[in-house]
């Protein structure tokens, strides 16, 4: 078992760049969700996935956020254009229901 | 809707000494509960659950009890090890229908010196 993997670890960009975020669940999780942590408001939900599919995208902050499931094995989130108060970690986890969520080790986002 | 409520931190704490992570929810129905670790540099890990009225969860030396006369699910361990030092996440996950996501608490992070 892998793990939940995702890339960057790091990324640093100049504001209004675009920014993309990877994950690879674990196989067979049916389950994929997105998480932002700061310092200020914690793990905030973004979106999460169902059978590749988006169950709930309330968490996502505003139109410059977006996240594709195009298949079983691997997940995108997308912010275009980049801020620096979008500078956080952001989580992907996997799971199988009822299971609880696996983590990856996240991508540490800084926006200059 | 739901929510976690944990002490805030930062708690610092000799090695050998008690520890206690105080967690309150707010949820309709019967949620579960968890606890997760965060390692420095790391995502956050599983340490133990609870799905129902007065189980305890418990792991590593870890334990926390599913209080719903109280709403709590405080985290104690007897004995803290350096290893120990990491942020704690109480989490709950609903029991409606849909409810699959976890709210956290805002964690709390736990230094043990030697």
């Known amino acids: 078992d892998a793990g939940v993997i995702q890339s960057p670890r790091h990324e640093v960009t100049e504001m209004g760049q675009e920014v993309t975020l990877r994950c690879k669940p674990i196989?067979?999780?049916?389950?994929l969700f997105w998480y932002r942590q700061t310092m200020m408001r914690g793990l905030e939900l973004l979106i999460y996935?169902?059978?590749?599919?988006?169950?709930?995208d309330s968490g996502m902050p505003e139109d410059r956020f977006s996240a594709k499931m195009p298949n079983a094995s691997f997940s995108t989130l997308k912010i275009q254009p980049s801020e620096p108060r979008d500078s956080a970690v952001y989580f992907c986890a996997s799971s199988l229901d009822p299971a609880p969520l696996h983590f990856g080790n996240g991508t540490r986002l800084t926006v200059t | 809707g739901n929510s976690v409520t944990q002490m805030e931190g930062p708690v610092t704490l000799s090695e050998e000494a008690f520890l206690t992570i105080n967690c309150t929810y707010t949820a309709t129905g019967y949620p579960s509960l968890f606890w997760y670790v965060q390692y420095p540099g790391e995502g956050l890990q599983l340490l133990l659950k609870a799905t129902k009225a007065d189980d305890k969860g418990s792991n590593k030396g870890f334990e926390a009890t599913y209080r719903k006369e109280t709403t709590s699910f405080h985290l104690e361990k007897g004995s803290v090890q350096v290893s120990d030092s990491a942020v704690y996440f109480c989490?709950?996950?609903?029991?409606?229908?849909?409810?699959?996501?976890?709210?956290f608490g805002k964690g709390t992070k736990l230094s043990v010196i030697p």
């Open positions: 989490a709950l996950r609903g029991s409606g229908a849909g409810s699959y996501q976890l709210t």
């Open positions: 196989s067979g999780h049916d389950y």
């Open positions: 996935f169902n059978n590749n599919v988006p169950i709930d």
